[in-house]
């Protein structure tokens, strides 16, 4: 990050030195991501901001004379302000200046309610949920209440949101913060869990990572988990399961403040994951290369191919390394 800032200089001194906003200027936001198949092959279609709820379309960015300083931030929700310019033929943003927002909520409708009344828009459900007027702390008045799974009738008492765009192929390695108050309306059973999931059509049908909590007094949960996956592969999401129940009984968690967050990002070049790129990571690479890495991860593959050109060479090691000696 610190050497993108770096790379970027030049242009942020231009904009300073012209004293704020210049005319002609626009700020956007959202996902960096390559830009669909274009017909241009200029610089002005390498890379776009991904479509968001405010933007439906892919928006191109670039970054003149060379556009791939943006390659360190494919996968990063990030504000850009810039000029547009045209390349050879396509249209893009000239990026002046970009931040990274890393506190990027990906649960909408977290609180289950819209001017204190009852809302469970957003959300799916396997069985039976409903509003309950019953909040944590700081939470409203409303919380949303999911009946446990019963294995004689409904199961899993699932409620889900799904977090990712299924139309968006890119690989993403993201550190997640997970959060959200729970409560067991009767505390006879198992425990109910919040967690990060891989979402099908009815329901959670994998568990990634979850928090598990039994009591019947609200209780604040968080957890932190990084996610290796490839968008498009499957849906995720987060889930907010019930429990589970035996024989002729109900029982409800009541979930309020439900978050997920992008508290961070790994990056191309990273392949151990902390945050920069050193020696150790070019080891890697170099082991991978040669074939003597000890079975390597799909992140660390994804991490060795550094100038993301499909494939793992010498050409990344160059890169590496001219990278860290800037
Ligand atoms: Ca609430
Ligand atoms: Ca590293
Ligand atoms: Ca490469």
Redesign the pocket.
Known sequence: MVLMMKVLSNKLLLLTAAGGMLIGQVTMEGIVNWCPDSLCMDDCSVFCLEPSPDQLEFASITSQPDPWVLTPYLGEYVQVTGEMITCFLCEALDVLEIEIIDDFQLVTNSDFEQDGQPDLENWDSTCFVQSVQDAPPGGGMWSLGVEAGNYQGCFPGFAWQIITDPEVCVFRAIILNVSGWMKQASTNFGPSRLGLGFISDNGVQSELSAYEYSGGDWQYVTYVDTLFFEECDYQYGVFLDGGNLTGPATNHTYFDQISVQIVGNLHVGDLNGDGEITVLDIVWVVSIILGTAEEPDDYQLWAA?????????I??IISMIFSITG
């Open positions: 191919d550094y100038n993301t050109d499909g494939f793992t060479n050409l990344d």
